[in-house]
């Protein structure tokens, strides 16, 4: 089991690039979280996914959009990175309650 | 506002000693409780979590917690610390809708020699 990954592990984008951080698990969960990590504000919640087929914004959605595209993946884009995106990434999953994280993306936004 | 408050940033201690990481809860976050451990450059590990019962948890790594509902607390503690240790450590709560996590904004923890 590989549990959650994440592609790609680090990332270097220039203001106004688009891109797709990949996440998928292989614990046959219902739920998925993309959050963000920033020095001192700890992790805050993007979107979520609670099943195939639905998503739900969280605290911080702004400038992402997300796709759950099968049970096992869930994808979070960048249309027009800014500085401000400028963060580790992680996504997770869950059945009920406890949540596993994936290893993160490290995102530089010039 | 639904919120998790880990009261220090930063501990510092010497290999050996007791640690306690505080944290606290806001009365609209649900009592279901994390710690989360963070090593630099790493994701994150579950160390224990109350979901209900005994209100003194024990995790991995000799971590221990104790869930206090009248002081809405869930302090993470452990007898003797390693250099090992030194990590970030996550507080967090699942939110009264069930639907994520809320967390607190971490504790370093620097164990010294």
């Known amino acids: 089991n590989a549990g959650v990954t994440q592609t790609p592990k680090f990332q270097v984008l220039k203001t106004g690039q688009s891109m797709t951080l990949q996440c998928a698990q292989d614990m046959n969960h219902n739920s998925m979280y993309w959050y963000r990590q920033d020095p001192g504000m700890g992790l805050r919640l993007i979107y979520y996914?609670?099943?195939?087929?639905?998503?739900d914004k969280g605290e911080v959605p702004n400038g992402y959009n997300v796709s759950r595209l099968n049970k096992r993946e869930f994808s979070l884009r960048l249309e027009s990175a800014a500085p401000s995106q400028t963060s580790v990434y992680f996504c997770?999953?869950?059945?009920?309650?406890?949540?596993?994280f994936g290893p993160g993306t490290r995102l530089t936004v010039l | 506002a639904q919120s998790v408050t880990q009261l220090d940033s930063q501990v510092p201690v010497f290999e050996e000693a007791p640690v306690e990481l505080r944290c606290n809860y806001s009365?609209?976050?649900?009592?279901?409780l994390f710690w989360y451990v963070q090593y630099p450059n790493q994701g994150l590990q579950l160390l224990l979590k109350y979901l209900s019962g005994s209100t003194l948890v024990k995790g991995i790594n000799g971590f221990e917690a104790e869930f206090n509902k009248s002081q809405t607390s869930f302090h993470l503690r452990k007898p003797s610390v390693h250099i090992s240790d030194t990590a970030e450590y996550f507080c967090?709560?699942?939110?009264?809708?069930?639907?994520?996590?809320?967390f607190g904004k971490g504790t370093t923890l620097s164990v010294s020699s």
């Open positions: 996914s609670a099943s195939e087929g639905t998503t």
């Open positions: 997770a999953s869950s059945e009920l309650i406890e949540q596993f």
């Open positions: 009365s609209s976050v649900s009592v279901y």
């Open positions: 967090a709560g699942l939110n009264q809708a069930g639907t994520a996590l809320i």
